[in-house]
């Protein structure tokens, strides 16, 4: 049994289908009845949605009626937001069973400016449980309110996390675009498992007030999609300062326009000495090395520390342990329905292990074993020795040479970024060592709010190497 063929919408990506909208060649009320109808065909078996909006439709319908010149720059374009940030009216949950009756009566921030841009918002998608901070070896994807996440190449293939279903919902074609979060690979990961663009951006860049957090020093939402200009787009409706977020009060928005011909002349950083880098990693880093020449960018290898050498110098989680007790409190101390702190959560969770402990929760107990007010002196320590290895003795290091950006295989080196608070892009390589058509990845690095120039430079590569291509279909 197979699907018939996808509709035609489905083949626009975010700034084809605004700009058809914008101009009246589609209407909103149609794309997101086509979206709905192939999310209810797909997701029982993909997992990748954990709540429908059932408004979404009669939010289409009204756009159809704006005029032409008040319609925004996402008019009508269906999205799905990662389900630890806050949509009025949905549950946020961060896949947790103990969080599905919280229902936040208010955006976060991010989710106004799409709201405002346009954009009708599907549904909230699924995500490793609590963004992957709840435990060791907990499979990707997997939470205890929305089940396993399945990756459309196949499930045999891992989903990456924490933002799995937006990974796999942009793959599957499930909406248009969705808005993950990363505090240490959480959206590169999953866009390179699905074989989409993942953006990570500077640190401060969108607004973090309203998302569930982990870390203050490394959370960031960001945008995982089928092509860079519309990673482009969306950050530049997400983006600015907030309120009620400090980082996003220092720091400056970038012009995210991108640019013509980025790669001639460009100088690209290349790190090949990574140790556990597989097979496929290294010919999708060549394929890509081979496309930059080509393109006219200039390419150079590094003096970089090994893997190997940053974890003998006490790369771990540290940081994350103690920072995750204090933020996690005070974002659910505005709980409703549901825990109100982190030793709740871990309470609920003890007093129905079978639903909630499918991997345990050693994360959760470590962090509520911290004093919870970042007093430790193992906390500073900790924090200015990541900050060492990512910034000073690591991508600095590398960026003070002149170079524009750092090219990683795989998504190594997005701890580095997450650590440095620096923007990351996870971008697609076809290879013919991909198992069944699966495509690998590459992973380009920047300095600090150097989002414009890195999206400009991953824009041209992607293009070169061909763009995001889709899964093949299968049955539900």
Known sequence: MTLPLPDPILDLDVCALAGATRRGDLTPSEITRTYLARLGALNPELRAVITVNPHAQATADALDDVPEAQRGALHGVPLLI???????????????????????????????????????????????????????????????????????????????GSSSGSGVAVAARLCAAAIGTETSGSIVSPAFSSGVIGLKPTLGLIPRTGIVPISHSQDTAGPLTRSVRDAALLMSVMAGPDADDEASRRLPVPDLTLSESALTGADLVVIRDEPNMSEAEGAALARAENMLSAAGAELHSADFPTRAELEAAGWRLDVLVYEFKPDLNAYLSTVTQ?????????????????????????????????????????????RERDLRLARTRGLDELFARGHDAALFPGIHGCDLAAAAGYPSVALPVPTETGAGGKPGGVLLVGPAGSDGRLLSLAAELNRALGGVKFPPERAP
């Open 82 to 160: 990662k389900d630890n940030i806050d949509v009025a009216g949905l549950p946020t949950t961060a896949g947790s069973v103990l969080m599905k009756g919280h229902v936040p009566a208010g955006d976060a921030p991010l989710v106004a400016r799409l709201r405002a841009a346009g954009a009708v918002i599907l549904g909230k998608a699924n995500m490793t449980e609590w963004a992957n901070f709840m435990t060791l070896g907990m499979k990707n994807g997997y939470s205890s309110l929305g089940g396993q996440t399945v990756n459309p190449w196949g499930p045999q293939h891992d989903t990456g």
């Open 338 to 382: 549901g825990p109100k702190s982190l030793a709740q959560v871990i309470e609920h969770n003890d007093a129905d292990p079978d639903t909630c402990l499918r991997y345990g929760q050693h994360l959760l107990l470590a962090a509520q074993a911290t004093r919870g007010d970042l007093s430790e002196p193992a906390y500073a320590r900790a």
